[in-house]
């Protein structure tokens, strides 16, 4: 049996893995039974290499992937877990860990997880202790207690605005210097984006496989899919008008949203993937039809495919000119759109930034010595008391202690950002604006006031940051003049 280790390291395109979605029951229940029947089918497909099992997706309540993966894996089938971090502070997510590995689980996609949708009695308050970039470095050093993952991360290369995937790829690339050993794509239909990705990994020299998604539609999830409901995935209006028109036929389409998988496969072989993740629940049966007709494709006629998975956003940014063939990128970078000057506001924290708390300033070493004054003196209180009247209104400051304002631009993670995300976005957005409605994403805001500075695509070059919690409520002015916050330290708490 080839195992994903093993998949992973050939990267021949052939790599399979296909997603089993948890439900709101026992394991012991009907739906229980029934899902357990599908994976012994789908683990008895050689072609497919693993199965994953999501945490809930969607934000939505269900049984945990650690039992269900539990099952699959004593019955012989490889499986890849995917881990959220909205549940979970890092004390259970290292609790997890020990889990996961007593049971054989060591193949993790680490995830910062969708925003809650519901919950007993109501929607759950997140966690969002840390990000899926702290989970990647919290998994990749349990090695020093013995435990040994494969971890990947998550992708979203289909983002329209420059603001929403620059950041998103920059991401990426933090994501594998944290330990991730593979990336996932979010599920799209635009083979041209698919291809800027392999390109700008070659570029990055990522050096790790991709996976490419392949999703069977239906009329009903098209359409779920362009109302935005799900994060991360949008369904254009060319590519819904084409599955409500294939929905007419006699069998609903069916036959067109197999072929329409089927081509996305040979496609993501042809341009260079190491497999496919094939999402939304199949049972063994759809999925031996989908892949003997993906196998049934000669080894060219992918590109005779191309404008068939091609549905771009209108106006959708692009990394890389268009190459001989307008579904794929070329070698040539794409010329950089031109952007305003930054907000007065963000220069003038700039401006101070400078002349107060970059550390190698006169204005740091005067604050160092009369914070150090202040403590010995038993005013700490009455200077954060004023710290919190400047912050508040200005960043609406949530008094974490250890904070992260130069890291996004001078915005509050805890404040402005839903998840708290303080690596980089989260695959959620739409045009800039967070998966939680009313809310503009810090990550897209950062990078349009970087950008005039020429500091945009260096934003992430640096360490993850994990906060301290044990500062929550303290002055992180005092805390960063002393050296107790995260920029001290000099990398997060995953060293």
Not at 19 to 30: C, F, K, M, N, R
Not at 91 to 102: D, K, P, T, V
Not at 120 to 130: L, Q
Not at 274 to 291: H, I, K, N, S
Request: charged share 25%; proline share 6%; glycine share 10%.
């Amino acid at each position: 049996m080839t195992t994903f280790s093993d998949g992973l390291a050939r990267a021949d395109g052939r790599l399979v893995l296909a997603e089993l979605v948890p439900w709101a029951g026992t394991i012991q229940d009907q739906a229980g039974d029934r899902l357990r029947s599908e994976a012994r089918d789908l683990a008895a497909d050689r072609r497919v290499t693993a199965i994953t099992i999501t945490d809930n997706a969607g934000g939505h309540v269900r049984l945990g992937p650690l039992t269900l993966g539990h099952a699959i894996h004593d019955m012989g089938g490889e499986v890849l877990v995917h881990v959220a971090c909205r549940e979970r502070n890092r004390a259970s997510l290292e609790s997890l860990a020990y889990g996961l590995a007593s049971e054989g689980l060591t193949n993790v996609l680490a995830l910062s997880g969708d925003f809650p949708k519901d919950g007993y009695h109501g929607r759950s308050r997140p966690v969002f202790d840390i990000d899926s970039v702290g989970l990647l470095s919290l998994l990749r050093d349990a090695s020093a207690h013995g435990l040994h993952f494969t971890t990947g991360a998550a992708v979203n290369p289909f983002k329209a605005l420059e603001s929403d995937l620059v950041p998103q790829l920059l991401k990426l690339a933090f994501k594998v210097r944290a330990g991730a050993s593979f990336a996932i794509c979010q599920v799209g239909w635009d083979a041209r984006s698919l291809h800027e990705l392999i390109r700008w990994s070659e570029a990055q020299r990522l050096g790790i496989p991709l996976i490419a998604p392949v999703y069977i539609l239906s009329r009903g999830v098209a359409r779920v899919f362009s109302r935005d409901e799900i994060p991360g995935i949008r369904l254009s209006a060319d590519l819904l008008a084409m599955v409500e028109a294939a929905a007419e036929s006699p069998d609903k389409g069916r036959g067109r949203f197999l072929e329409l998988a089927a081509m996305q496969l040979a496609v993501a072989r042809g341009l260079g993937y190491a497999g496919v993740y094939v999402a939304g629940q199949r049972d063994a049966a759809e999925m031996d039809r989908l892949l003997t007709m993906a196998d049934g494709y000669g080894p060219d006629d992918w590109r005779g495919m191309l404008a068939e998975v091609s549905y771009p956003a209108p106006g959708a940014h692009r990394l890389f000119e268009p190459g001989d063939v307008p579904q794929l990128a070329s070698d040539r970078p794409a010329r950089p759109l031109k952007r305003p000057g930054a907000p007065l506001f963000y220069r003038f924290n700039r401006l101070v930034h400078d002349h107060v708390f970059d550390p190698d300033s006169k204005g740091f070493s005067a604050a160092r010595s009369v914070y150090g004054r202040l403590e010995s003196m038993h005013l700490a209180k009455p200077a954060h008391v004023l710290e919190q009247m400047a912050k508040i209104p200005m960043y609406g400051c949530k008094d974490c202690g250890d904070c992260s304002l130069p890291d996004i631009a001078y915005q509050c993670p805890e404040g402005a950002c839903a998840k708290n995300q303080r690596n980089g976005p989260c695959g959620g957005s739409l045009n800039g604006e967070c998966e939680v409605p009313g809310k503009r994403c810090i990550w897209a805001n950062a990078y349009d006031r970087l950008k005039p500075y020429g500091e945009a695509l260096t934003m992430l070059d640096r360490e993850p940051v994990l906060q301290d919690n044990a500062l929550r409520g303290t002055s992180a002015w005092a805390n960063t003049f002393l050296g107790r916050d995260h920029y001290q330290h000099g990398k997060g708490e995953d060293s």
